[in-house]
T-cell receptor, first 114, second 109 residues
Framework: EAGVTQSPTHLIKTRGQQATLRCSPI?????VYWYQQALGLGLQFLLW???????NRGNFPPRFSGRQFPNYSSELNVNALELEDSALYLC?????????????FGPGTRLTVL | EDQVTQSPEALRLQEGESSSLNCSYT??????LFWYRQDPGKGPEFLFT???AGEEKEKERLKATLTKKESFLHITAPKPEDSATYLC??????????FGDGTTLTVKP
């Protein structure tokens, strides 16, 4: 069974640009979560999507946004990039609202903002 | 506010030297306490879910236990390949999991 996949693996942008990160969940999973992990720091919750709807968001500015498609894949958009947005962005999936919230992670996208 | 605190931040062990990692939590509406292993630059790998106080789960050299305020990850006779950062997370309602900052374990041969 295929795990969570993310693309691209690495992304280099300059300040002020926009970045788009993509995630495909495990087959059968309807929930997708996004986390930011800055170097040497813990995981910070960004967004949670389930059945195409944004269900919850963490304490991040509105320039962090995303969506979930009918096939449950998701993308994270970061507008007006700042240097401090450089981090590993992790996507996770789970069985959704009725489940125990057990999340399975992808390999991440390393975003570097110059 | 939900909080998960892991200790110690870093732990160095000799191969075969058993020890425990601690995870203290205050999570409203806790649905599960999760343990993950993360290697540098990679996504966390799921290890265990614990649902209620008194529950224990084992996988190879790892055993996770849960009380009403803490969880422990016991590592028995560790090997160098067990070196990684171990993350603890409290899963709550509304889909949000609160992660601790992790314990970085180094096992020397």
């Amino acid at each position: 069974e295929a795990g969570v996949t993310q693309s691209p693996t690495h992304l280099i942008k300059t300040r002020g640009q926009q970045a788009t990160l993509r995630c495909s969940p495990i087959s059968g999973h309807t929930s997708v979560y996004w986390y930011q992990q800055a170097l040497g720091l813990g995981l910070q919750f960004l967004l949670w999507y389930d059945e195409g709807e944004e269900r919850n968001r963490g304490n991040f500015p509105p320039r962090f946004s995303g969506r979930q498609f009918p096939n449950y894949s998701s993308e994270l958009n970061v507008n007006a990039l700042e240097l401090e947005d450089s981090a590993l962005y992790l996507c996770a999936s789970s069985l959704g609202l009725a489940a125990n919230n057990e999340q399975f992670f992808g390999p991440g996208t390393r975003l570097t903002v110059l | 506010e939900d909080q998960v605190t892991q200790s110690p931040e870093a732990l160095r062990l000799q191969e075969g030297e058993s020890s425990s990692l601690n995870c203290s939590y205050t999570v409203s509406g806790l649905r599960g306490l999760f343990w993950y292993r993360q290697d540098p630059g990679k996504g966390p790998e799921f290890l265990f879910t614990l649902y209620s106080a008194g529950e224990e789960k084992e996988k190879e050299r790892l055993k996770a236990t849960l009380t009403k305020k803490e969880s422990f990850l016991h590592i028995t006779a560790p090997k160098p390949e067990d070196s990684a950062t171990y993350l603890c997370a409290g899963g709550a309602n509304a889909g949000k999991s609160t992660f601790g900052d992790g314990t970085t374990l180094t096992v020397k041969p």
